[in-house]
């Protein structure tokens, strides 16, 4: 590969960098992975409609979402641990969709605090925060996310519990090992050395900069997984968000929803996005696939909120797919995680560069030229 063309070409590059337990956690879902496959596979499956002798000399990409003009239907999802894929990964990919004009979300479990990427960025970024049963680190977590000047909160909802993922299991993460299993999991990072060197030397302190002070050992992966079966709160309700809403002023998005009724329930409760979202398949593996609910799901909520989409966006044409069938923008995790890993911010701007002369590309040869113009007309039924 002289050059990656594609964010499958990235995933590639990734592969080759990562040690496998590094890898299998980003690119892994639930159980038998049934989910995270659908989400690819009933994309793929949608057909767009060519057409030919329209004006397309003039291709518009950008968007206004939340008060804000985006360059790009686009936002960096928030993906736990993205900081051992690449060194201060958070703060590498922050700056990287800030000079394409798109908004970073940052994960309440990124290696890098709030505070680092306001510091590495000069325009806002999203943050993303899931409910604890110490509303104390909640309420305090939420100030620090206003006083950096957060553009929106993303309350993440659909993860009560952690989700059964065989990779991570299999792999060792989070798991009691044998002294054999120890030295054969060493033995697969130590073959990695330019990862150890990237982010165990450079990208050095590796804590969870959100939760320091709140994890006993904020060094530790094991530490922050046995943290997360007893601090993640399974009894939130739509209460709950009611409280969230009054703690925070901007902009609220609620990620994880899968059904028209909870949409409905997401736009009565004050919020002015949702997700419609299955965690990447990291969850429910017997969940529906994103883009085969977001139809009913725009639908039943109209123009009352805004309506993003992630769950198998690979391209700029996945993402025509999305607009189509009623998104205002998607999200993509693994896509710039991909990127990172494979290359740092560069990687991210690549990922980013790529998807976006994709969506061109693809705006052409459907015959559409403004974002807000593509429809379910464009697909071929």
């Known amino acids: 590969m002289l050059a990656p063309a594609s964010v499958l070409d990235y995933r590639e590059l990734a592969r080759r960098r990562l040690p496998r337990v590094m890898f299998d956690y980003v690119d892994g879902g639930a159980f038998e992975e049934a989910t995270l496959n659908a989400n690819r596979n009933d994309l793929q499956r949608l057909a767009l409609k060519q057409k030919v002798l329209r004006d397309v000399s003039h291709i518009d990409t950008s968007v206004a979402l939340f008060g804000q003009r985006m360059e790009l239907p686009l936002i960096l999802a928030p993906v736990g641990f993205a900081g051992m894929m690449a060194r201060r990964a958070e703060a590498q990919a922050a700056r990287a969709a800030e000079k394409a004009g798109i908004p970073f979300t940052l994960s309440t479990v990124g290696i890098c605090p709030i505070e680092e990427v306001r510091r590495a960025t000069s325009r806002p970024f999203w943050f993303q925060l899931y409910m604890m049963r110490d ?63 990237d982010v165990g030397v450079k990208g ?17 992966l094991g530490a922050l997984l046995a943290w997360t079966t007893t601090a993640l709160d399974p009894s939130v309700t739509w209460k709950d968000l009611e409280w969230v809403r009054g703690l925070w002023k901007g902009p609220l998005i609620i990620k994880g929803v899968l059904d028209e009724d909870d949409a409905r329930e997401a736009a009565a409760a004050g919020a002015e996005g949702i997700v419609v ?105």
């Open 277 to 381: 979202s299955n965690h990447g398949g990291r969850q429910l593996d017997a969940a529906r696939s994103t883009i085969s609910v977001l139809p009913k799901i725009a639908e039943a909520v109209g123009s009352k909120v805004t309506v993003l989409m992630d769950g198998g966006i690979r391209s700029g044409q996945d993402v025509t797919r999305a607009l189509a069938l009623g998104a205002d923008a998607c999200m993509i995790g693994r896509a710039w995680v991909y990127g990172v890993a494979a290359k740092g911010e560069a990687g991210v701007a690549g990922v980013l560069n790529t998807m976006k002369r994709e969506l061109r590309t693809s705006m052409a040869l459907i015959g559409k030229t403004r974002v807000e113009d593509i429809d379910a007309s464009v697909l071929q039924h």
């Open 135 to 197: 509303r104390g680190v909640v309420r305090e977590i939420i100030a620090r996310a206003a006083a950096a000047n957060c553009g929106a909160l993303v309350f993440t909802v659909d993860l009560p519990v952690l989700g059964t993922r065989y990779r991570d299991i299999r792999n060792g993460f989070g798991v009691q090992l044998s002294s054999i299993a120890r030295m054969r999991l060493g033995w697969n990072v130590a073959r990695h050395p330019a990862w150890i060197y």
């Open 204 to 220: 050095r302190p590796l804590t969870f900069g959100n939760l320091a002070g709140v994890v006993k050992d904020a060094t530790s």
